[in-house]
């Protein structure tokens, strides 16, 4: 029985596979504030022309260039594991696999991305990253990548988490970037909030709005945003897991996958590990593929399909995706990666067409599960990653009551060693379960009412 398998680093995915090519309705353009759609020249004070290029590609392959290969190579191949552990534990006749994006230097798949935008921004010539963060994942993610390829990266934290979380704080500081406090002296939006508010704990839509400002207010013009997740190019970046799952599958002879199965706040880690079995299933296979996320923060599961911004603050253009409103305040659950209030337009183009059934969890049976998990295979997830874990283990006992060998493949984004006041709290009976009410989910898409809508447009296939 293979318990981990593993390649070389010269069996490592070579390009990078764009769902865009493939999906039968296209993923409609991102609209500016005057309802058109927007042309790739005014994200150029935003994004470097080459990260453009890719975001609107329809190039089905794109090849990753050998200097990022060799980065990636610190960490990746990942292992695929199987759970046989946990497969134990529940007694079930399915066989249980799991990428393991947590061995990354940062603990997550976020490098994936991270590395290959800093990468393509450092060749356009491009001398300086900003970016936010919330708990911290994608800015220590950041400033990882800038660290090894020599740029400058500045992160603007949510005040409260800055505060409240110190250490991945201190991860981005000991790669050398700049953390600071958001709101933050430093930029027009950052002073406006703090002079009315001297205390203010910050929000993500603050801290996105103060990165931009700082991106393209640099008169050198040497100075870009990036965003961890969401946007179609850092969707086509993380796809080198679900390529490198599917050579260990074969590696073993693991013919079919009856289940591919993520947890979802932008859509990343999921889009990365399914969209080339999506691919499968477009030309014919049969496959369940299921993103799941917090019943407090049901942007799948109960929001529509709708134009929406971005941030808080509407600087980013309007995109087609599941929201539950740019206002939307989500509770606070401690799978802060999940609590994003919109979904990749290219995850919600592949449920608009049927291709995916989007599952919401509560936070109790995602803890249960992680405590499970750890307790058998060992490892200690995120918490956004219990999320995935809970849906496997719902359907690891549902073959065991069907009596089917089903196999089921999942992504475990992330270690949860940075994040073990959520387990603190679990362990000490603190916490509870959060539905979103339904007037809070009305009022908030109440505030998108009048932007413009988006065509329901479904192949019928699925
Ligand atoms: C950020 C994060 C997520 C959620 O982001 P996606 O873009 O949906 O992947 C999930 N898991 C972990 C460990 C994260 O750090």
């Known amino acids: 029985m293979h318990i981990k398998i593993h390649l070389s680093e010269d069996e490592i995915p070579r390009k990078w596979y764009n769902l865009g090519a493939d999906l039968p309705t296209p993923v409609q353009p991102p609209l500016g504030p005057d309802g058109n759609p927007i042309t790739p020249d005014k994200l150029s004070a ?29 960490w990746r191949p990942t292992p695929l594991h199987r759970a046989v552990f946990l497969e134990r534990e529940l007694k079930t006749p399915a066989r249980i696999y799991y990428k393991n994006e947590g061995v990354s230097p940062p603990g997550s798949h976020k490098p994936n991305t991270a590395v290959a935008q800093a990468w393509y921004n450092k060749e356009f010539g491009i001398k300086r990253l900003t970016t ?121 002879g693991e013919k079919t996958v009856d289940m591919v199965i993520g947890c979802a706040g ?94 919401s969890l509560n936070q109790m049976e995602c803890y249960e599960a992680a405590i499970l998990f750890a307790r058998t295979e060992g490892i200690i997830p995120a918490p956004e990653t219990s999320h995935a874990i809970a849906a496997v283990i719902q359907e690891a006992k549902k073959a065991k009551e069907e009596g089917r060998e089903k196999v089921i493949l999942f992504n475990f984004s992330g270690h949860g060693l940075m994040d073990l006041t959520g387990f603190d709290k679990y362990l000490k009976g603190e916490l509870r379960d959060y539905v979103l009410p339904e007037e809070d989910l009305e009022k908030s898409l109440d505030a998108i009412k009048d932007l413009p809508k988006p065509d329901i447009a479904r192949s019928g296939r699925w």
């Open 132 to 252: 936010e963060t919330g708990a911290g994942q994608w800015g220590s993610a950041l400033a990882f990548a800038c660290s090894l390829l020599g740029l400058e990266c500045k992160v603007y934290m949510v005040r409260i988490s800055y505060d409240q979380k110190p250490f991945r704080k201190l991860l981005m500081q000991t790669w050398g970037a700049e953390c600071l406090a958001s709101p933050s002296p430093e930029t027009e939006a950052g002073r406006r909030i703090l002079e009315k508010d001297p205390q203010s704990p910050g929000s993500l839509g603050i801290a996105i709005s103060e990165a931009i400002e700082d991106a393209v207010s640099d008169t050198s013009g040497k100075t870009r945003y990036s965003l961890g997740s969401v946007l179609n190019h850092v969707m086509l970046h993380q796809t080198i897991i679900g390529l490198e799952a599917k050579k260990q599958l074969d590696k073993i």
């Open 46 to 74: 935003v994004f470097p022309m080459n990260l453009i290029e890719q975001e609107v590609s329809s190039e089905r392959w794109i090849t990753i260039p050998e200097e990022i290969l060799e980065i990636l190579s610190r």
């Open 266 to 359: 932008g859509g990343s880690n999921f889009s990365g590990l399914s969209f080339p079995f999506i691919n499968d299933k477009i030309n014919g296979a049969s496959i369940d593929i299921i993103p799941v996320e917090p019943t407090s923060c049901p942007t799948m599961t109960r929001s529509g399909f709708v134009y929406d911004h971005g941030d808080t603050a509407r600087m980013t253009p309007l995109l087609p995706m599941h929201s539950l409103g740019h206002q939307f305040i989500p509770p606070p659950i401690h799978a802060g990666g999940l609590r994003y209030h919109g979904m990749a337009p290219l995850v919600s183009q592949a449920i608009i067409e049927g291709l995916l059934t989007p599952r």
